[in-house]
């Protein structure tokens, strides 16, 4: 199933203008070096999202710098600038041509730990406009809109003072929202969902994993307190070819992707130990002129989507395109990504918080044994669908 990602980035953030000081939108505060936004879209884009469109109002130009055109672990980014913040009803009718998908939507200052994979198991009933998730309201959100809320027994959202259920700033919607977007400046959550929601064509599922809105000061402090230790983990690194896949000679096509025996638990494995997922991957094929970048890339979007099927969410990827004897000129240099050289565990070091010393490195060749032992990561050695220590 086909989903877009909107992330919805338009608050100026007046609670917390003594750390925005009106130059930078809220979504772009720094936590732990990084941009809040950064931990969202990296969450996001693990899992088979067709694209990411991001709606930016307040200083949404700097958005925009950061994130327009570009491409995150091999999913395609298109950031829509405001021209006026009209409210997150008016937000969505600027990209109602956009929208050909059913899509999720992100609040762009929120946080929520939620397993997208179950956005992609199955579509909304018909009768359905939306799904919204629901958590608890432990002092950690701001929104004046969708509190209270609460589930019958078919799942159907209603409002209940009794309840303390608040939404997590992430809404599953059938793309049949479009004919209740209005170019008029109002609330999505204060007046479209709740209308939809009495009228009995909102379902919800309550979820209690971690959720930080960062909208004040107390707020931004726990955001930064906690979501570095959520990011701070070991990895898994993976070379791919003979690794994830049989080694047939620079594949590139879905015809030659067979995935070894085991390969796929075992990572499930890493994976429900919190460990990040890598691949680190040379592909010579590339500077060699045996098949494109492109052709690599859509090959790449492939698997991930194909392990996300099997339950296995790829955090990123680096590759290296050279070799020093290829027929491709742009591509025919000696480079410091190319294994056993361990350019691309440093570029990985740099987008993310590892914990080194308790990362794994599993490859089938002693050039993957000597990129990880320059990087100072345990190998694992992988040979006849076996693996050990080295």
Not at 239 to 249: A, H, M, S, T, Y
Not at 321 to 348: D, Q, S, V, W
Request: with cysteine; charged share 30%.
């Amino acid at each position: 199933m086909k989903l877009d990602a909107v992330i919805l980035c338009g608050g100026y953030g007046t609670r917390i203008k003594k750390f925005t000081k009106n130059k930078i939108p809220k979504s772009l505060i720094k936590i732990n070096k990084k941009p809040f936004l950064d931990y969202l879209i990296k969450k996001i884009c693990k899992y088979p999202f067709n694209k990411i469109i991001i709606i930016a109002g307040f200083k949404g130009k700097e958005i925009s710098k950061l994130y327009n055109n570009k491409k995150i672990n091999f999913t395609d980014i298109e950031c829509i600038v405001e021209k006026k913040p009209l409210g997150t009803g008016y937000a969505l009718n600027n990209i109602k041509d956009k929208i050909k998908n059913d899509f999720v939507l992100f609040n762009g200052d929120t946080y929520f730990d939620y397993n997208l994979q179950n956005f992609f198991k199955k579509k909304l009933n018909k009768k359905h406009i939306a799904k919204i998730i629901l958590t608890k309201n432990k002092k950690k959100s701001l929104t004046q809109n969708l509190l209270n809320m609460n589930l019958s027994s078919k799942n159907l959202i209603y409002f209940s003072k009794k309840s303390s259920l608040i939404g997590a700033g992430t809404i599953f919607f059938n793309k049949e929202i479009k004919k209740y977007i209005s170019k008029k400046s109002i609330s999505l959550e204060g007046d479209i969902l709740k209308k939809l929601i009495i009228k009995k064509k909102i379902v919800g599922e309550i979820d209690n994993s971690f959720f930080v809105d960062i909208g004040t000061e107390n707020n931004l402090k726990y955001a930064r307190k906690e979501l570095p230790k959520l990011y701070y983990r070991p990895a898994l690194f993976l070379d791919r070819d003979g690794v994830i896949n049989k080694d047939l000679g620079h594949v590139h096509s879905k015809n030659k992707l067979i995935f070894n025996k085991n390969i796929i638990e075992k990572i499930k494995d890493f994976q429900k130990k919190k460990y990040f997922i890598f691949i680190v991957t040379n592909q010579a094929g590339i500077a060699k002129g045996y098949f494109t970048l492109n052709d690599f890339l859509n090959f790449q979007k492939y698997i991930h989507t194909c392990l996300s099927k099997h339950g296995i969410f790829i955090d990123d990827i680096e590759f290296c395109p050279h070799h020093p004897n290829g027929k491709i000129t742009k591509y025919k240099i000696n480079c410091n990504c190319r294994k056993p050289e361990n350019g691309m565990i440093k570029n990985l070091q740099k987008k993310w918080d590892i914990d080194i010393k308790n990362s794994l490195f599993l490859g089938d060749r002693d050039t993957d044994k000597r990129c990880s032992e320059k990087s100072k990561i345990k190998f694992l050695m992988c040979k006849n669908n076996r693996i050990f220590f080295e």
